[in-house]
């Protein structure tokens, strides 16, 4: 619905329209050339920069297209959203341009430094309410805050102005990305930021392949179009919290099931590698859903063979959105462990050393390889060494390296049981 109550139609048209909205509040991002990504596939490989966006994500424009789209009588009520932190900035950005009071409910998961920014970025016009669980669950408090005090709820992804300004990315890469491009990947959460693209490109550049990327512990897109229609997941991993919706939104699905080509899904583990292969090879700090696009290019379009079963076409350019680089610098201890985890290069087992002298040196020396490094060891019994095993955690030189370490492990008079990351002891004490 329009600001007087007028139902609005998704089409190139309305995302033409909020594109003229955000002329003068927005960015429009660079697109970049990645030599690195370049390399490694053999065809151009392009970076839609949002992470340069105002508020450092490309949520400020569906925000603030939502939210500009307001009636004077809705402006004086105020609005409440849900959001894991992107959206809040661009609720809270909109709210201090245009003067509106706005309510944010976070999940708890929501890392401090996105909401310090909510706070900067939104000042007095802005309060924040921390919900105990996950976005769905903020998501549904806020939806029912704003029906009883009615007052607007600007929905991240599943409201058709919030979308139009998502597509803006769309009116922009039409005029951005070579003659050549075969396709462009876009990170999926709820679907707000696909399904504007869909809309935008679909009536530019109707030639070029539309590929949505989920995280594997998030897949809502993919199981809807499995399903046929949005299902819940059961669980939902928190770790790329920008992509973390439990269902896919209905509108947006029903954009993707049109007019995007595929969507993917790519292991946590591979998006913690590429986040740091961006920060140290390409020297762009992203957040976990703003590496998703060029995590599925280095795992489904590395081979001009992957690239004809996925696209149709060997040759072309491939364009990844950065949708957006909020990440905090506490969270990279854990992005290492779990690159590290999913390159095979880190293993962890518990060892209990029968009481002989000398086990602990001839485990240094006789079972460990001469690329081997212990990174982590604890015993597991604080109060009695003598009765329980110890934790080690190992780097390998090489992802090889560990059957020989396992070999070498069997052979030693050691019990070693290696934890393995989906089990529950894993989760326990890693």
């Given at each position: ?12 048209a309305l995302v033409n329209e909020a594109d003229r909205v955000l002329r003068g509040i927005i960015r429009r991002t660079p697109v970049s ?59 809270a950005y909109a709210c201090a341009h245009l003067e509106v009071r706005g309510t944010i409910y976070l999940p708890a998961n929501t890392p ?157 583990g591979a998006v913690c590698t590429q986040m740091l292969e961006l920060y140290q090879s390409d020297g762009v700090i992203a957040e976990p ?142």
């Open positions: 619905m329009s600001g007087n109550g007028t139902p609005v139609t998704l089409d190139a050339h990645s030599a690195r990504l370049s390399d490694a596939l053999g065809v151009e490989v392009l970076l839609k920069r949002e992470d340069q966006q105002k508020c450092r994500s490309f949520k400020v424009r569906g925000a603030y297209a939502r939210m500009a789209a307001l009636s004077p009588a809705q402006r004086q009520a105020g609005v409440v959203c849900a959001s894991a932190g992107n959206h809040a900035q661009g609720v401090k430094q996105k909401r310090n920014r909510i706070k900067v970025i939104g000042g007095d016009w802005v309060e924040q309410v921390i919900v105990d669980g996950t976005f769905d669950r903020a998501n549904a408090l806020a939806q029912e805050a704003a029906r009883v005090s009615g007052r607007t709820y600007v929905h991240p992804y599943d409201d058709p102005m919030t979308i139009a300004g998502q597509g803006t990315i769309g009116v922009e890469l039409a005029e951005q990305m070579p003659a050549d491009t075969a396709c462009v990947l876009v990170p999926v959460g709820g679907g707000g930021l696909v399904a504007g693209l869909a809309v935008a490109l679909r009536a530019a550049r109707p030639g070029v392949r539309l590929i949505g990327v989920e995280p594997e512990g998030a897949a809502s897109m993919r199981a809807a179009l499995d399903a046929g229609t949005p299902v819940s997941l059961e669980r939902v991993d928190p770790f790329v919290d920008g992509t973390a919706v439990g269902r896919a939104g209905a509108l947006p699905f029903e954009v993707v099931m049109r007019e995007v080509d595929d969507v993917l899904v790519v292991p946590e859903a703003g590496a998703l696009a060029s995590t599925a290019a280095q795992l489904h379009l590395a081979t001009p063979q992957d690239r004809e079963r996925v696209l149709g076409r060997g040759d072309g350019a491939v364009v990844c959105v950065v949708s957006g680089g909020n990440n905090d610098l506490t969270r990279y201890a854990e992005i290492m462990e779990r690159s590290l985890r999913h390159e095979g290069l880190r293993h962890y087992f518990l060892v209990t050393f029968p009481q002989q002298p000398g086990m602990l040196r001839m485990f240094l020396e006789d079972v460990l390889g001469p690329g081997d490094d212990i990174v982590h060891f604890e015993y597991t019994k604080k109060n009695n060494r003598e009765s329980g095993p110890a934790l080690v955690g190992i780097d390998l030189a090489d992802r090889a390296d560990i059957e020989g370490l396992r070999r070498r492990m069997e052979a030693s008079p050691l019990h070693v049981e290696e934890l393995e990351a989906d089990s529950e002891i894993y989760r326990l004490v890693i």
